[in-house]
């Protein structure tokens, strides 16, 4: 790994900020359940490895409708947010995250260079997270759901912190091969993507992110200290 001529460093926030095994999806196997589909970790995970996953609910709702069950996308998306948001009779899968990088890391890399998150959480899910930790200040653009009409693949929401940012070129962290993609997909090759293996995934994930365009596939992010 090498920094790429990088000014600016950019976060996926799922899998690579936070640890979302027993949040989002943890949502995903219980809102299918609830429309008696059974759903596992590693059916989440091969869908997260194609294309077009990066949105939860599209994920949940795509993997009841394989199952032969019908059930309006709205009605999916609610029961999901029922589970991850929490109801007034139990508390909301949002509360297991965790942060996945010390908070020194981020301290140390946003003291040498601009750090922004492009992620397809909704706003609120978001900054609710980074809230929790204490970790805002050290991004200096945020990128969400809402900010884009495309999403991951499309390059969209990367040019867009890159235009937030001030900044040309980038390298761009992610865990699933859709980061990847939208990072080397930005007009003139400007942005590196750079694979991470996010908690509790195969091995498999690692071939994946190379084949997506990844120059570099990390065990760990503080192997970022090494180069920036």
Known sequence: IKDFGAQAI???????LANVYYSYRQ??????ASYGVTVNMSDIEAKKSQSGFNNDWVLTFTLISEAGRTVPFENV???FEDFYQGTSERKGLWESETLIPRKNLLKYLSSRYPLAIVTGRPKRDAYQFLELFGIGGYFKAIVCDEDTENHKPDPDPVVKALELLGVEKAVMIGDTPDDVRAAVSVPGGSVVGIGILGPNVGTEMYRKL???GASAVLAD?????LVF
């Open 77 to 79: 998306k609610q029961t």
């Open 210 to 212: 190379e084949a997506a």
């Open 221 to 225: 992010l503080e192997e970022l200290r």
């Open 27 to 32: 949502a995903i196997i219980n809102a299918a």
């Open 10 to 16: 950019l976060f996926d926030m799922d899998g690579v």
